[in-house]
């Protein structure tokens, strides 16, 4: 059973425009979420996270939106570049154990 | 560079052979992660450290793997007797956590490919 899921496999959009990527979850124990950003043949970079206490998180040109009742959360990328195309993971932490991975939205951006 | 290291980054072994793999942390990292990803899936959990304390196995972690990780820094990675459903990228992570505490941010490296044939 995944805990952790990531419904769309993939995602393509025009550069400039906005790249929303969704992440659904099952337990209500998790308590701090992240974004991880992957090329191939690389290790996962980390990106961007958010702590259950709060509904949203700002870096830059991403932001990551979180709903625990309905237990989701987005990734939003404005504006999306070209170099923005990789996987994209959403993680969860349950109290400080080891982080749980849906997996993974592909991102294309097209100039 | 003072990232999460990993070697070798490629590793191809026939069937039945061991295959070790070695990870130095982010140096003041305490806790020490081994992944495993395959094609169209993300991380899957393996093990973690806490220290040299192995505190948490998957049950992904048949008892042809052993991890160790003697001195609470570097970590390895041992796969005895290969099988061909073992190739995947290995990948290892470190993070500054605490037991009970979230907020851990893990930090990966560049990840060990391995083929079995």
């Known amino acids: 059973d995944q805990q952790v899921k990531q419904n769309s496999p993939s995602l393509s959009v025009q550069e400039g425009r906005i790249s929303i990527l969704n992440c659904d979850y099952t337990n209500s124990m998790f308590d701090y979420f992240l974004w991880y950003k992957k090329y191939p043949a690389e290790g996962p970079t980390f990106l961007i996270s958010?702590?259950?206490?709060?509904d949203k998180n700002e870096d830059g040109r991403f932001t990551v939106f979180l709903n625990k009742s309905a237990k989701h959360l987005s990734l939003h990328i404005v504006p999306s570049q070209p170099g923005d195309s990789a996987v994209y993971f959403c993680?969860?932490?349950?109290?400080?154990?080891?982080?749980?991975f849906g997996k993974g939205t592909t991102l294309s951006v097209s100039s | 560079d003072t990232g999460v290291s990993q070697d070798p980054r490629h590793k191809i072994t026939k069937r039945g052979q061991n295959v070790t793999f070695r990870c130095d942390p982010i140096?003041?990292?305490?806790?020490l992660y081994w992944y495993r990803q395959t094609l169209g899936q993300g991380p899957e959990f393996l093990t973690y450290f806490q220290n040299e304390a192995q505190l948490e196995k998957s049950r992904l972690l048949s008892d042809r793997f052993s991890a160790e990780r003697p001195k609470g820094s570097f970590s390895t990675l041992e796969i005895q007797r290969t099988e061909q459903g073992d190739s995947a990228m290995y990948l290892c992570a470190s993070s500054l956590g605490h037991q009970g505490r979230s907020g851990n941010t893990i930090y990966f490296g560049e990840g060990s490919w391995l083929t079995v044939v």
């Open positions: 993680a969860a932490d349950q109290a400080g154990t080891a982080l749980i």
């Open positions: 140096s003041e990292h305490n806790r």
């Open positions: 958010i702590s259950s206490i709060k």
